[in-house]
């Protein structure tokens, strides 16, 4: 059973940092691109970062000099370091992977997600 834990999130004030973790069990971690998304009241959900298994990095636009992903394949975890946090970085973020099935099918895996609210 594949499981997605996020930790880190809390309230910061503008400017500020934050560390996400996602811990990840069920899965060969090392073989698996990692994803970071983030979800804000009343809008979609959205990619905000992703890292292959080879420690390549994306970054969404607006987070790109400011976040950094990364990730320990020894400890199945997958981090978030949040600097220069702006008010519309509030929202909940998610740690997410995914596989293909034989079908070419992709199965995605969330975690529970953890809120971060940047507010003075």
């Known amino acids: 059973q594949v499981q997605l834990v996020e930790s880190g999130g809390g309230l910061v004030q503008p400017g500020g940092s934050l560390t996400l973790s996602c811990v990840a069990s069920?899965?060969?971690?090392?073989?698996?691109?990692m994803f970071w998304y983030r979800q804000a009241q009343g809008k979609q959900r959205e990619s905000v970062a992703s890292?292959?298994?080879?420690?390549?990095?994306n970054y969404t636009d607006s987070v790109k000099g400011r976040f950094t992903i990364s990730r320990d394949n020894a400890a199945t975890t997958v981090y978030l370091q949040m600097n220069s946090l702006k008010p519309e970085d509030t929202a909940v973020y998610y740690c997410n992977t995914y596989r293909r099935t034989v079908g070419n099918v992709n199965i995605n895996y969330w975690g529970q997600g953890t809120q971060v609210t940047v507010s003075s």
């Open positions: 069920g899965i060969s971690f090392g073989f698996y691109r």
């Open positions: 890292i292959d298994r080879s420690g390549s990095a």
